[in-house]
């Protein structure tokens, strides 16, 4: 990503609907009524053959008090104040109001590049739009329609020479995960610096959680500014967006998602949206921090995003906010543990960690356990290892023998980390029964020291060496001496 383009405007002026556009996915949430972008939101952008990352912005209302409204303004401010390039949307049906000229003297005070797009312009019922644009004084207008894509061609010759002068700008890469492990890295111990986040790839975390759980008073703690809107209404945030900070010497990406209840509580098409919106930040992390209320922790939606987080295949920290409030600490942190290791077994040994989101009590103790977390989820281990720790785990509790067939381990190997993934080759590897992959995934976790990260244990067959299997199909003993001869040992 060579610069960032935020895109500002009236709520309602089809924000949303172009930074979908420019990130080729539906990922901010669109609807007819006005105001249901509330958050800063970051996408890496594609138009033609310039990348850029885009941040869609809240609708810029003409409010300064500390109301959900004023708060958003003040969202949007820092957004343009945080960008290179500002693209400021007015509605061409509408034409220029009141507003855009206010809100087109306060671009030209904050941001010295500002290109001014027409939107919904497309017809004739856009041209009084795209000529009354011309006295705001910002230029000459870009007419587009962001539902149809039209005016994308225009936009991109006036981007290119902007992308020209920030080629050198670093670009934000997506996490990495399951990364194969060659043999012979397999034969190898892992690189314990390889892995070490760095500002080019700077360590991805999702925090995720119930409706005002916290999120994003947690968040804005981290980073040490008011980045993400909060309050004491419930369900706030509704997009997943994500902050750069460096925390504690560590270069950081943080997700801040939606809150996710219930199905059976979500209503609104909006929320219903949010969630799933979520669900995708989870994909982009690397590790996911599933934050609790210390009042009604580990209820059955805390659960379900604990084992989604798992199933993804990520790494996993708990943490317990609001634990400033808890009077009996000491056993309600009994009470926790308790209730963590009965409910998700899956996690067993992840970290739990207690915090306070408001006064940040806690933050330096979670910092450490995503770190750990995050090594872990690294972890390589050489097939010499295992191989002698699978024949003590095999002496001890030999595989079943179910029909009578004897199932016979023969080795493991690493194959994959980011999370960790083994492959064991056995005989009758479809009658291998689940109580035994879980024996060994608890001997890993327990042998190696990987508590709490997810592992993945397949077991496949050897297949069989008889060279002369299927030999009816070879018409002449010299085509099947040849086929012989041209198999490998």
């Known amino acids: 990503m060579t610069f960032t383009l935020a895109i500002v405007g009236r709520p309602n002026v089809g924000k949303s609907t172009l930074f979908n556009r420019l990130v080729g996915k539906k990922l901010a949430l669109v609807d007819d009524q006005p105001g249901v972008t509330r958050d800063l939101r970051e996408g890496d952008a594609k138009l033609y053959d310039l990348r850029f990352t885009v941040i869609d912005t809240a609708g810029l209302e003409e409010v300064t008090d500390d109301s959900l409204q004023g708060r958003m303004r003040r969202l949007t401010e820092r957004a343009v104040e945080m960008a290179d390039v500002c693209l400021f949307l007015i509605d061409g049906r509408v034409g ?33 739009g795209a000529i009354e644009a011309w006295s705001l004084g910002l230029g000459e207008p870009v007419r587009m329609s962001a539902e149809h894509g039209e005016g994308m061609d225009d936009l991109y010759h006036i981007l290119r020479p902007i992308g020209a002068e920030f080629e050198e700008r670093a670009a934000l890469d997506a996490p990495i995960v399951d990364v194969d492990v060659s043999e012979e890295e397999a034969e190898t111990e892992a690189d314990e610096d390889a892995h070490k986040p760095t500002e080019r790839r700077p360590l991805q975390i999702a925090v995720i959680g119930r409706p005002n759980a916290g999120k994003s008073t947690l968040i804005n703690k981290i980073i040490g500014e008011d980045r993400l809107l ?17 925390w ?17 509580r979500i209503n609104d098409k ?75 077994p899956q996690l067993r040994g992840a970290p739990l960690v207690t915090v306070s989101a408001k006064t940040g009590r806690g933050l330096d103790r979670l910092h450490g356990a995503i770190l750990r977390a995050h090594d872990v989820w690294n972890r390589r281990i050489t097939t010499a290892r295992l191989n002698s720790w699978l024949g003590a785990m095999t002496e001890a509790h030999p595989p079943p023998a179910p029909s009578g067939k004897r199932i016979k381990l023969r080795y493991m190997t ?34 190696f020291d990987m508590p709490g990260t997810p592992i993945r244990v397949t077991f496949r067959g050897q297949g069989d060496k008889n060279p002369y299997k299927n030999a009816n199909k070879f018409r002449t003993p010299s085509r099947l001496r040849k086929h012989i001869d041209g198999r490998k040992d």
């Not at 909060?230 to 460096?246: F, H, L, Q, Y």
Request: with cysteine; hydrophobic share 40%.
């Open 96 to 128: 220029v109001t009141p507003s855009d000229e206010v809100f087109a003297d306060i671009l030209r005070r904050k941001n010295a590049r500002v290109i001014l797009g027409v939107n919904k312009a497309e017809g004739k019922a856009g041209d009084g």
């Open 230 to 246: 909060t309050g004491p209404e419930a369900g706030i945030t509704r997009d997943a967006i994500s902050v750069r900070t460096n």
């Open 248 to 264: 504690f010497g560590t270069p950081t990406r943080i997700f801040d998602t939606a809150g996710m209840r219930k199905k059976a």
């Open 270 to 344: 909006l929320e219903k949206l949010s969630v799933a919106d979520g669900l995708r930040a989870v994909r982009f992390a690397e590790v996911v921090v599933v934050l609790l209320d210390v009042d009604i922790p580990f209820e059955q939606q805390d659960l379900r995003i604990a084992d989604f987080a798992e199933t993804e295949g990520r790494a996993v920290v708990v943490a317990v906010n609001k634990w400033d409030l808890e009077g009996d600490k000491q056993e309600k942190l009994a009470e926790l543990k308790e209730m963590f290791e009965r409910l998700l």
């Open 414 to 447: 690493q194959v994959k980390t980011r999370p960790p993934g083994f492959v064991a080759m056995c005989s009758h590897p479809d009658l291998m029964p689940e109580s035994y992959r879980r024996y060994l995934v608890n001997g890993l976790r327990d042998h």
